[in-house]
């Protein structure tokens, strides 16, 4: 479903993880191989097509929500700022809202809307966890540099981010994405205790 006010998302009960970045850093591909979908999020090259707050269902008590991209999209600036109003209060007022995905070009990383974007979710008390997509666009050797550097500058902001490297096309980094989102989920405590009880 897609909402366009928080009045319109579902009952604030159950795990929500949220995904975010700046428009055309590659969110779309991302939901797509992390469900294994072709066609799940629509992938434009005209950035800031997702101007719905859009969830999907995991299950009845878990969902993923695609937030709007942020960054250069193309509207007008009322827009843009309604957009932070509802973005901030989803962050900081979605109690099923437990953490947070930021996708960021690993080309481009660290833009002022994504450190705002972090700062809320820090604020928010979220769990964060960074994806440095398109990595298969940079030589290993600079992939390598970009991380660490991205890394170090993410740790002065809150020391509790963690960050990864991620690329659709190839597959780079998919299996780790998705445990860390099974873990955010809590999927995998559940994993534990069902192999605890079978033991």
């Not at 428009?23 to 101007?51: E, F, H, M, V, Y």
């Not at 008390?125 to 398109?134: A, G, N, Y």
């Amino acid at each position: 479903m897609g909402a366009a006010k928080l009045e319109q998302l579902p009952p604030d009960l159950g795990v929500e993880v949220a995904m975010a970045g700046r428009s055309n850093a590659g969110k779309s591909s991302a939901l797509n191989a992390i469900t294994d979908q072709k066609n799940l999020a629509k992938t434009s090259k005209t950035p800031g097509r997702t101007q719905l707050i859009n969830l999907f269902r995991i299950d009845d008590d878990h969902r993923i929500t695609d937030l709007p991209g942020y960054g250069f999209a193309k509207v007008s600036k009322d827009q843009k700022a309604q957009w932070q109003r509802t973005l901030s209060r989803y962050l900081q007022e979605r109690q099923c809202l437990k953490a947070l995905v930021v996708i960021m070009d690993i080309r481009h990383p660290l833009k002022e809307t994504d450190k705002q974007m972090l700062q809320w979710a820090v604020t928010a008390d979220l769990r964060v966890h960074v994806v440095l997509s398109k990595s298969d666009k940079l030589k290993s050797g600079a992939r390598k540099a970009s991380f660490k550097t991205v890394n170090q500058l993410l740790q002065r902001i809150s020391p509790a981010i963690t960050c990864q490297l991620f690329s659709a096309t190839s597959k780079l980094g998919l299996e780790q994405l998705i445990a860390t989102l099974s873990d955010c989920y809590g999927f995998t405590q559940v994993k534990d205790a069902e192999q605890t009880a079978e033991e």
